[in-house]
């Protein structure tokens, strides 16, 4: 058997960000000490940014179930905190998340601040998995289906006027104007 | 791959029967990768019965990068006139003359 077909993956509990740390303890209290994943998920169409943990009880090992947490942040300013007190290997999770997404993760005064530098990436600031972020290999080609035998007609002949093919694979977000440099550093 | 598969020759590149291609678009547009690209002119075909002149499409170049294609086929299953088809001789690594000549281009003198 596949091992992701071991164990049930059980609904998301949606926490507030500002409890973010404090469910994670708790639930780590309670057996779940286990972090599988920690990623995120944009959403733009509410501006949201949301942080998404699996959590495993380690006494069940692979055969458990998985438990999912998550919590909502606004796009612009994505402030988490951060949960490396209760699970430390949180801490490259964190990292990436920051790389690719552009979430800021906080820790309590006192405490050091989050390592968030970047793991792959020369320079942080382009979040290559939000939905904005363009895929220069679709936006800085012309798509070779658009070229159509009927663009070349026999001398004497014009060019028939026809509706250009949708583009596909490239999202409307895009191609949209940029937005203003309003999404933190 | 099915048994059907199984007996066949491995599929290592996609050849291009130029004699059915009619130019259509239809493989480049399916292309997730957008990695084929097709040149074609139209010309008065010299047969066509009646007084209105018939129009034909003329292919004039069609290459498949071999750097971004990904052996998915769907421009094999795509294609209505099957003029495209799995061969089983790989494309090796080469210069860009090399590869190119690996391409298909409409003889000199037209077609």
């Known amino acids: 058997m596949p091992l992701w077909q071991r164990g049930a993956v059980m609904g998301v509990e949606v926490t507030a960000a500002r409890d973010w740390l404090a469910h994670h303890r708790a639930a780590s209290e309670q057996g779940w000490t286990y972090l599988e994943f920690l990623t995120a998920v944009d959403w733009p169409d509410t501006a949201e940014i949301e942080i998404i943990a699996g959590l495993r009880q380690a006494a069940a090992g692979r055969c458990g179930d998985v438990r999912l947490l998550s919590c909502r942040v606004p796009r612009d300013t994505a402030l988490v905190p951060s949960i490396v007190a209760v699970h430390p290997w949180a801490a490259w999770h964190e990292r990436e998340t920051h790389e690719m997404f552009g979430v800021r993760f906080t820790s309590d005064p006192g405490l050091p601040a989050p390592d968030l530098r970047p793991l792959l990436l020369s320079e942080v600031g382009q979040w290559p998995l939000r939905r904005t972020t363009a895929l220069p290999a679709r936006t800085d080609r012309r798509w070779p289906g658009l070229s159509d035998p009927g663009d070349h007609p026999p001398p004497g002949m014009t060019v028939r006027r026809r509706v250009a093919p949708e583009v596909p694979g490239v999202p409307a977000l895009w191609l949209a104007p940029p937005s203003p440099q309003g999404e933190h550093p | ?46 047969d066509s019965p009646g007084r209105r002149p018939k129009v034909r499409n003329v292919l004039d170049r069609f290459a498949i ?4 294609c990904m052996f998915c086929g769907i421009c094999v299953q795509v294609c209505p006139f099957e003029a495209l088809e799995w061969a089983s001789d790989a494309v090796r690594a080469g210069t860009r003359a090399e ?3 690996t391409l298909w281009q409409a003889p000199a003198g037209g077609n």
């Open chain 2, 1 to 46: 791959m099915t048994g059907e598969h199984a007996a066949q020759e491995p599929a290592a590149r996609i050849e291009l029967l130029a004699a059915n291609c009619t130019s259509c678009m239809l493989c480049v547009r399916a292309c997730p990768t957008w990695c084929i690209q097709l040149d074609s002119h139209q010309e008065i075909d010299p």
């Open chain 2, 65 to 68: 990068d071999w750097g971004l």
């Open chain 2, 99 to 101: 590869l190119d000549a």
